[in-house]
């Protein structure tokens, strides 16, 4: 459970991936993003989200996420997500997964093949994969670079590789809303994946996030209702971005 738990940050950015041809107009490498994890009123946990140029050419992304305070006596994490993908079209080359929660570790290498529709994991080897599929993390960059004009309710599906699974996400576009977080008050996106009912969730709903309503698309906000409580994710710090971050007045 607490594994499930700690991933939906991470995953429920990646969610919106689906919004016409990717390209990087929205972002530039140098990029850094801060996040705090609440739990409840618990100030439980920190993320970082950073972006650069690999020696290939490639853009390399790596996601961080650790817990700190109280929440850290029981669930001790430290989580990295890396992904290497295409300027252009973010489609992902290879993916790495190392996840250090309590006791539990586990490392995984991905290596996506576009052509051949296939991923390979150090863990699991060749799996067939649906056309465009990507990553968790080149899924955010992708989603960002790539929106619509989307109307109220409006429903889009994208495949994503994620803990050895492939999600076929689906994400329902609800309108505009402001968000006031630590940092200031932004015009927003809002977003709900559709999520499975059981085994975390209550509700089909009982996820929600927001990007900012300008060039960037930042993830300004994400929440969660999950069976053991409440999780709630906010933009505390940014710096590099390729357009100035508008404060609502």
Known sequence: ???????????????????????????????????????????????KIT???????????????????????FLDMSDVYESFFNPQTCKP???????????????????HNHEKNTVTSKKNGEVKVPVNTFDIVSALYRMRSSFGNMKYND??????????????MQV??????KVTTKIGTFNALKFQPVVEVGRVFRNEDDVRFW???????????????????????DLI???????????VK
Request: net charge neutral.
């Open 93 to 111: 080359s290879k993916s790495i997964r190392n996840i250090k929660e309590n006791k539990y570790k586990y490392y995984d290498e991905v290596t």
């Open 211 to 233: 990007v900012s309503d300008d060039a960037n698309h930042i993830p300004l906000r994400a929440e969660f209702d999950v069976l053991i409580g409440s999780i709630k994710c």
């Open 172 to 177: 329902v576009y609800k309108g505009k809303e």
């Open 155 to 168: 429903t889009l599906t994208t495949s994503i590789y994620f803990a050895d699974e492939i999600y076929a």
């Open 237 to 247: 710090g940014y710096s590099g971005l390729k357009a100035p971050l508008q404060e």
């Open 1 to 47: 459970m607490k594994r499930i738990v700690i991933s939906m940050m991470v995953f429920t950015m990646a969610c919106t991936s689906i919004f016409g041809q990717a390209n990087s107009g929205s972002y530039s490498t140098g990029e850094k993003l801060k996040y705090s994890l609440f739990y409840g009123v618990m100030d439980g946990g920190e993320a």
């Open 51 to 73: 972006l650069e140029t690999a020696p290939n050419g490639e853009f390399h992304a790596k996601a961080t996420a650790k817990t700190v305070g109280m929440v850290k006596w």
